[in-house]
């Protein structure tokens, strides 16, 4: 989406496809242990204004390299039907305020949605049994009819790693990784969701 617009812009799905083709664990070259399903929480050293005190969940990572959304970083809340509009759908039945997210720098016109996994199409990836990413608009179209997933963040944008390069980073102390709870994930008000994963860190996985 770009903001330049406010918050309604051009909201692409499918830019980035998400493709589930799990690297077998002997072929982990350069990956210590992958993360993928687990939150990366910031050090609060961490240098990078994109990564400011964020907490990011990790939806792939593997050989290639990693992708994760940052999932406490808000825009703000825009009319449903307004957004259904942008994205071409249809908006009759559409109610209500949906909330939109800074998923991380790469790609900003892009949207994905982290959700529970009671919802699914065709192409959603169940990253674990608790937590599943889908990137194709008609998740924004069933979520504005009230017949999307239970709990939910749509995203724009999102963060991306070349291989080898979020293990180094890892190693360096910029994040430390937690357990991907549901109630931190999508419970825990905004604000508040770097300082609860923190108080995880350090914790045995």
Same mark, same amino acid.
Do not use: C
């Given at each position: 989406?770009?903001?330049?617009?406010?918050? $309604?812009?051009?909201?692409l799905?499918?830019? !980035?496809?998400?493709?589930?083709?799990?690297?077998?664990? %002997?072929?982990?070259?350069?990956?210590?242990r992958?993360v993928?399903?687990?939150l990366? !929480? #910031?050090?609060?050293d961490? &240098?990078?204004?994109?990564?400011?005190?964020?907490?990011?969940?990790m939806?792939?990572?593997?050989?290639?390299?990693? @992708?994760?959304?940052?999932?406490?970083?808000?825009?703000?809340?825009?009319?449903?039907?307004?957004? $259904? %509009?942008?994205?071409?759908?249809?908006?009759?039945?559409?109610?209500?305020?949906?909330?939109?997210?800074?998923?991380?720098?790469?790609?900003? #016109?892009t949207?994905?949605v $982290?959700?529970?996994?009671?919802?699914? $199409?065709e %192409?959603t990836l =169940?990253?674990t049994?608790?937590? &599943?990413v889908?990137?194709?608009? /008609?998740i924004?179209?069933?979520i504005?009819?009230?017949?999307?997933?239970?709990?939910?963040?749509?995203?724009? +944008?999102y *963060?991306g790693? =070349?291989? +080898?390069?979020? %293990? *180094?980073?890892? *190693?360096?102390g910029?994040?430390? !990784?937690?357990?991907?709870?549901?109630?931190l994930?999508?419970?825990t008000?905004? &604000?508040e /969701?770097?300082? /609860? #994963?923190?108080?995880?860190?350090? !914790?045995? @996985?």
């Amino acid at each position: 989406m770009r903001l330049a617009i406010g918050l $309604l812009g051009l909201w692409l799905f499918g830019a !980035v496809p998400i493709v589930h083709d799990p690297t077998p664990p %002997d072929r982990l070259e350069g990956v210590r242990r992958s993360v993928a399903g687990k939150l990366l !929480v #910031a050090s609060e050293d961490l &240098a990078d204004p994109n990564f400011d005190h964020t907490v990011v969940f990790m939806v792939l990572h593997d050989e290639k390299g990693a @992708l994760g959304l940052v999932i406490n970083r808000s825009y703000g809340r825009v009319p449903a039907r307004e957004l $259904l %509009d942008r994205l071409g759908l249809p908006s009759e039945e559409a109610t209500g305020e949906i909330e939109l997210a800074y998923g991380g720098p790469v790609d900003p #016109a892009t949207g994905f949605v $982290l959700h529970s996994p009671d919802y699914r $199409l065709e %192409d959603t990836l =169940a990253v674990t049994p608790e937590f &599943a990413v889908t990137n194709d608009t /008609r998740i924004m179209a069933d979520i504005a009819r009230g017949k999307g997933p239970a709990r939910y963040i749509a995203t724009l +944008g999102y *963060a991306g790693w =070349a291989a +080898g390069q979020l %293990d *180094a980073e890892i *190693a360096r102390g910029d994040w430390e !990784v937690v357990e991907a709870d549901p109630e931190l994930v999508f419970e825990t008000p905004v &604000a508040e /969701r770097w300082e /609860r #994963a923190k108080e995880r860190t350090g !914790v045995d @996985l």
